[in-house]
């Protein structure tokens, strides 16, 4: 019960927080005041893994600090951040975490099981009542699963 009244507080405060800086951003829009609410912003969108909202924001203030010769300076940087967190949100989309997750299963099980079958050492040939040829082809497809879902795991991991 406290639990659950620690995490429904932590939301409304959560969502208090972010109904409070949007209100803030709309009320500074285009003004430089409204630079340090937006990077608080941008930084919890990125936190949050909303890359492409983060990236908005900043690009927002880049062109918010190149109207204003104080802050002149801090709008490349601002562009700078936001081309990192684009290139970030990229290669986010790009990761294939569940392809990958099917990818190493497939290659330890199919490794493991082809090898368990095809050695008759291990098994003696009376796995499920099985005969010494079924069992070596179902050893040697199970290599094969394996053997291909090492080359998509393998594939997966090369950086682009």
Do not use: C
Request: hydrophobic fraction near 40%; proline fraction near 1%; aromatic fraction near 10%.
């Amino acid at each position: 019960m406290i639990k659950k009244l620690g995490r429904y507080l932590s939301k409304r405060s959560q969502e208090k927080w972010w109904d409070d800086h949007e209100k803030e951003a709309r009320r500074t829009e285009g003004q430089i005041e409204g630079l340090g609410v937006r990077e608080e912003m941008a930084r919890s969108y990125y936190d949050d893994g909303k890359y492409s909202a983060a990236a908005e924001v900043w690009d927002d203030m880049a062109q918010i600090a190149s109207k204003y010769p104080s802050t002149e300076d801090d709008a490349p940087k601002y562009r700078q951040m936001a081309e990192k967190v684009r290139h970030r949100a990229e290669r986010k989309s790009e990761d294939g975490g569940l392809e990958k997750g099917v990818a190493l299963v497939l290659l330890i099980l199919g490794l493991a099981g082809g090898i368990f079958l095809l050695s008759s050492n291990i098994t003696g040939y009376v796995i499920a009542n099985l005969s010494q040829g079924f069992s070596n082809w179902l050893g040697v497809i199970l290599l094969l699963v394996g053997i291909v879902g090492g080359f998509f795991w393998v594939r997966g991991r090369k950086v682009k």
